[in-house]
């Protein structure tokens, strides 16, 4: 077992880390639009921003445990990171524009259907082009 434990730590972190994310992300999105009352489309815009700072600072530090040091690596490390969320975020807001004004699904089940999608993305441009060893 604590081979298995070792062997998918990162996997296991990244989704531990990465459901965090998601509930900080919809929470977010849920106050911006049921609270606030913003647009759905502004309220998406807002908890994608909550959700990369938080990302990145978990993903940085517990999931792929980067080991760069100094200023100018990390502000490389950070915006590489940030481009590649922005990436994901279009994504984000297209779907959610598609699913709620062309389709005509609520924006509540909109948001869970993106973040099924932005997950896979981050974890592939994480894995892949910001954090690779």
């Given at each position: 077992?604590?081979?298995?434990?070792?062997?998918?730590?990162?996997?296991?972190?990244y989704l531990f880390f990465?459901?965090?994310?998601?509930?900080?992300?919809?929470?977010?999105?849920?106050?911006?639009?049921?609270?606030?009352?913003?647009?759905?489309?502004?309220?998406?815009?807002?908890?994608?921003?909550?959700?990369?700072?938080?990302?990145?600072?978990?993903?940085?530090?517990?999931?792929?445990?980067?080991?760069?040091?100094?200023?100018?690596?990390?502000?490389?490390?950070?915006?590489?990171?940030?481009?590649?969320?922005?990436?994901?975020?279009?994504?984000?807001m297209a779907i959610m524009?598609?699913?709620?004004?062309?389709?005509?699904?609520?924006?509540?089940?909109?948001?869970?259907?993106?973040?099924?999608?932005?997950?896979?993305?981050?974890?592939?441009?994480?894995?892949?082009?910001?954090?690779?060893?």
């Amino acid at each position: 077992m604590k081979e298995l434990l070792l062997k998918y730590k990162e996997i296991i972190a990244y989704l531990f880390f990465g459901g965090l994310t998601t509930v900080v992300n919809i929470v977010v999105y849920f106050v911006c639009t049921n609270v606030l009352g913003l647009n759905y489309l502004v309220a998406n815009a807002i908890s994608w921003a909550a959700a990369v700072a938080f990302a990145y600072v978990t993903n940085r530090t517990w999931v792929f445990e980067s080991k760069v040091r100094g200023v100018s690596a990390v502000l490389r490390e950070l915006t590489t990171f940030v481009g590649c969320r922005l990436l994901s975020g279009v994504m984000d807001m297209a779907i959610m524009f598609i699913s709620v004004d062309v389709i005509g699904i609520p924006d509540s089940v909109a948001k869970f259907i993106t973040q099924v999608v932005v997950v896979v993305l981050n974890y592939i441009f994480s894995k892949l082009i910001i954090f690779r060893k």
